[in-house]
């Protein structure tokens, strides 16, 4: 019953705003202490999807499903492969290799802002998707390779040393013995990488300077005028189709996010 009560404190904010979304516009703070609407009104939901500038709420839409595929199915190779070569590969300095990547996890993303910014604008990057998405194709993300090569440490070496009595090179061993393995681990880090790619504003603030490329998450502040008026009606109804992906997401991957999570030794 704790866990029930502690719980539904932790929702109703969400609740809440779902509600909102439903109300005129011009009640939702009049009637804040109000949950259920006395009137339901799908009048937010059709000025949120307008958008702004000609630009409809589909195209942000768009844009955060765009950046969070690409991102994730970068993450999602690249630590695999980083993560197999530190689980089973033997090189030199390959522990040094590996502190250094766990170090790195530990370096608030915000020392990075300047460095990255700096690199990017050199490349010519900036004003575009590419830096919310190419990087991630090189392992920049060590909890996704330290979640994998946990997992791929608990897949028996025998598999590996029979394939390789059968003439199987690393590479092989890989795609035909762990990969297929891997499933739980691959979709854990999925389900995580989506999210936060999906979720992920500061990134945009950043780098993207152009209202047609908005994701979600930046498109959500254009509702909110200091200057001007407020739309939170509007801001609310969309807020509350945002989390529409990542809500299916995990209640379609729920079982395997857990197998993957206890199978890769991050369990609390």
Known sequence: MLVFS???????????????SFK?????????????????????????WRGFGNVSFRTF?????????????????????VAYSFARCEFKGSALLFAAMLASMMLPGQIL???QYLWYRKLGW?????????????????????????????????????AQIDGCSYYAIFTRIILPLM???????????????????????????????????LALKLFADPSSSSDYGAMFAMAALSLVPVV?????????????????????
């Open 24 to 48: 005129d516009s011009n009640t939702i703070f009049t009637t804040a202490g109000q949950l259920i609407p006395r009137t339901f009104t799908l009048e937010n939901y059709v000025n949120g």
């Open 183 to 217: 499933r739980p681990a691959f979709v854990t880090s999925g389900i995580f990488s989506f999210i936060w790619r999906w979720d992920d504003f500061m990134s945009a603030l950043l780098y993207i300077n152009k209202t047609a490329l908005y994701p979600v998450a």
């Open 126 to 162: 900036v004003g575009g998707f590419a830096p919310l998405i190419v990087p991630y194709w090189f392992a920049i993300q060590g909890f996704f390779v330290y979640l994998m090569r946990n997992f791929i440490d608990g897949i028996p070496k025998d598999l590996d040393e029979a």
């Open 113 to 115: 802002m300047v460095p």
């Open 6 to 20: 502690f719980g539904m404190l932790m929702l109703y904010p969400l609740f809440w705003m779902l509600m909102s």
């Open 248 to 268: 299916l997401i995990f209640f379609v991957f729920q079982r395997q996010l857990v197998e993957g999570i206890a199978s890769s030794g991050i369990k609390g």
């Open 61 to 81: 839409f768009g844009n955060s499903l765009f950046i969070a595929f690409f991102a994730t199915a970068g993450t999602l190779i690249s630590s695999a492969l």
